[in-house]
């Protein structure tokens, strides 16, 4: 066990650094600690809720529930989400052991961070959040380059599907920069009418009660009780670490 521990504390030191590692473990020594601890603030409550958010994946009735906030134009959310949400997703999101809720806090130096939540809540509402999430993550690099998320979701999705999110997102006015696609020809009417935008404020919103200070911050919550919010990068050893410490109790 010594041993194992001491080579998983070296390589999170060396990706997480050592702030992110000890308040990991600072967390799960809390989990051991005050088990019988119910969290009964407002951010609690709206995480554990009756409403189902639409950007989630798996039971509502696992154990660990873990709300990420992120943009999908920022490098450290992609890394988190290439290397850690993936096999969390394959391994205990799957198996019903972790509901997985993203939340919307596009950052504003990104350019095109606002238009990116716009398509992947629009995937999210025809049923399609997972494939869309994963195109702009795997192809960051290319759409940031240019704003050209579109060419990404119409390869993720069948025609049909590309279809019914390109008509939710043709509601949406152009974001901070003032940039609007050619191909977008909106009307003043339409340009006033885009539910998505309002998903993602009310995910911002939120994400300023935390607060939020950098992306990606995730916060969990274990049988109805939470812990801080924790931001930065993590790596899957160490998050799966801390989920056993969880599990196990």
Same mark, same amino acid.
């Given at each position: 066990?010594?041993?194992?521990?001491s080579?998983?504390?070296?390589?999170?030191?060396?990706?997480?650094?050592?702030?992110?590692l000890?308040?990991?473990?600072?967390?799960?020594? !809390?989990?051991q600690?005050?088990?019988? &601890?119910v969290? &009964? !603030?407002?951010?609690?409550?709206a995480?554990?809720s009756?409403?189902?958010?639409?950007?989630?994946i798996?039971?509502?009735?696992?154990?660990?529930?873990m709300?990420v906030?992120?943009?999908? =134009?920022?490098?450290?959310?992609?890394?988190?989400?290439?290397?850690?949400?993936?096999?969390l997703?394959?391994?205990?999101?799957?198996?019903?052991?972790?509901?997985?809720? %993203?939340?919307?806090?596009?950052? $504003?130096?990104h350019?095109y &961070?606002?238009?990116?939540?716009?398509?992947?809540?629009?995937?999210?509402?025809?049923?399609?959040?997972?494939?869309?999430?994963?195109?702009?993550?795997?192809?960051?690099?290319?759409?940031?380059?240019?704003?050209?998320?579109?060419?990404?979701?119409?390869?993720?999705? +069948?025609?049909?599907?590309?279809?019914?999110?390109?008509?939710?997102?043709?509601?949406?006015?152009?974001?901070?920069?003032?940039?609007? $696609?050619?191909?977008?020809?909106?009307?003043?009417?339409?340009? %006033?009418?885009? &539910?998505?935008?309002?998903a993602?404020?009310?995910?911002?919103?939120?994400?300023m009660?935390?607060?939020?200070?950098?992306?990606?911050?995730?916060?969990?919550y274990?049988?109805? =009780?939470?812990?801080?919010?924790?931001?930065?990068?993590? +790596?899957?050893?160490?998050?799966?670490?801390?989920?056993?410490s969880?599990?196990?109790?």
């Amino acid at each position: 066990m010594a041993s194992g521990w001491s080579s998983r504390t070296r390589l999170a030191t060396r990706i997480l650094g050592w702030a992110g590692l000890f308040a990991l473990i600072a967390i799960a020594a !809390t989990a051991q600690t005050q088990k019988k &601890s119910v969290t &009964s !603030t407002p951010a609690a409550k709206a995480a554990t809720s009756d409403e189902v958010p639409v950007k989630a994946i798996g039971s509502k009735s696992a154990p660990i529930t873990m709300e990420v906030f992120s943009d999908y =134009q920022c490098p450290s959310c992609r890394l988190l989400y290439e290397q850690t949400l993936k096999p969390l997703i394959n391994e205990y999101v799957a198996t019903g052991k972790v509901y997985l809720i %993203h939340r919307d806090f596009p950052l $504003p130096m990104h350019k095109y &961070s606002t238009d990116a939540a716009r398509w992947v809540n629009a995937g999210a509402r025809i049923g399609r959040y997972p494939e869309v999430e994963a195109a702009l993550y795997d192809n960051q690099d290319a759409w940031s380059a240019d704003g050209n998320i579109q060419k990404f979701v119409a390869a993720a999705l +069948s025609p049909a599907d590309f279809k019914r999110a390109e008509k939710m997102v043709e509601t949406c006015v152009a974001d901070s920069t003032g940039i609007k $696609p050619a191909s977008l020809n909106l009307t003043p009417q339409a340009a %006033h009418e885009c &539910s998505i935008d309002e998903a993602i404020a009310k995910d911002k919103a939120l994400g300023m009660t935390v607060p939020i200070n950098q992306t990606p911050t995730y916060r969990f919550y274990y049988k109805g =009780q939470g812990y801080p919010p924790t931001p930065g990068y993590v +790596s899957w050893p160490i998050l799966k670490q801390f989920f056993d410490s969880l599990l196990n109790q």
